[in-house]
């Protein structure tokens, strides 16, 4: 069956780095377009990045974009976050998300808290 | 961006009622708009894409209508596992957009 394990989330400091990562398992990972998304504590769902099947095209929402990257490594079966210049407005709940047409499979979050 | 409007914010209902919650996009996104619905302290869980496709496994009591700017979630015979908290998005560009959500509580 399809399942999307993130790990890397926790306390990090305002300006410092994290990496979270995605694992795939159930499917052909190659295939499919990937997402994260995330969610700030007691708020709605925002939409992070996107990266094709083929690592060939990445968007980024401006949110965050100079200073968070998704990438994968499809030998892996693993999608990456790396998020940079971390500030308060970054804590969140972070979802990977595959792509078939919507988002039909959703790993389970990784907590994300930036603070001195 | 598109900006995607839910409403109402908040709704309240009894076991056994209808309920629809409607969607605005700020521009034109075809049919590509998807809905989903969260329970606390749980990821989102895909109900409909395509604005009116339901997702395999989900009950026939969802349904999604609409097409442009303005669609519909509509659910039949309310169950107690269906008070959750219910958003759209649209997928026709990016940025991809959710609305703000739903919730729908217990009356």
């Known amino acids: 069956q399809v399942q999307l394990v993130e790990s890397g989330g926790g306390v990090v400091q305002p300006g410092r780095s994290l990496r979270l990562s995605c694992a795939a398992s159930?499917?052909?990972?190659?295939?499919?377009?990937m997402h994260w998304v995330r969610q700030a504590p007691g708020k709605g769902l925002e939409w992070v990045a996107v990266?094709?099947?083929?690592?060939?095209?990445?968007y980024h929402a401006d949110s965050v974009k100079g200073r968070f990257t998704i990438s994968r490594d499809n030998s892996k079966n693993t999608l990456y976050l790396q998020m940079s210049g971390l500030r308060a407005e970054d804590t969140a709940v972070y979802y990977c998300?595959?792509?078939?047409?919507?988002?039909?499979?959703w790993g389970q979050g990784a907590l994300v808290t930036v603070s001195s | 961006d598109i900006q995607m409007t839910q409403s109402p914010s908040s709704l309240s209902a009894s076991v056994g009622d209808r309920v629809t919650i409607t969607c605005r996009a700020s521009?034109?996104?075809?049919?590509?708009l998807a809905w989903f619905q969260q329970k606390p302290g749980k990821a989102p869980k895909s109900l409909i894409y395509?604005?009116?496709t339901l997702q395999s496994g989900v009950p026939s009591k969802f349904s999604g209508s609409g097409s442009g700017t303005d669609f519909t979630l509509t659910i039949s015979s309310l169950q107690p596992e269906d008070f959750a908290t219910y958003y759209c998005?649209?997928?026709?560009?990016?940025?991809?957009?959710f609305g703000q959500g739903t919730i729908l509580e217990i009356k």
């Open positions: 998300a595959r792509d078939q047409e919507d988002f039909d499979y």
């Open positions: 159930g499917f052909t990972f190659s295939s499919y377009n």
């Open positions: 990266i094709w099947y083929d690592g060939s095209n990445k």
């Open positions: 521009q034109g996104i075809r049919n590509y």
């Open positions: 395509g604005a009116s």
């Open positions: 998005q649209q997928y026709n560009s990016y940025p991809y957009t």
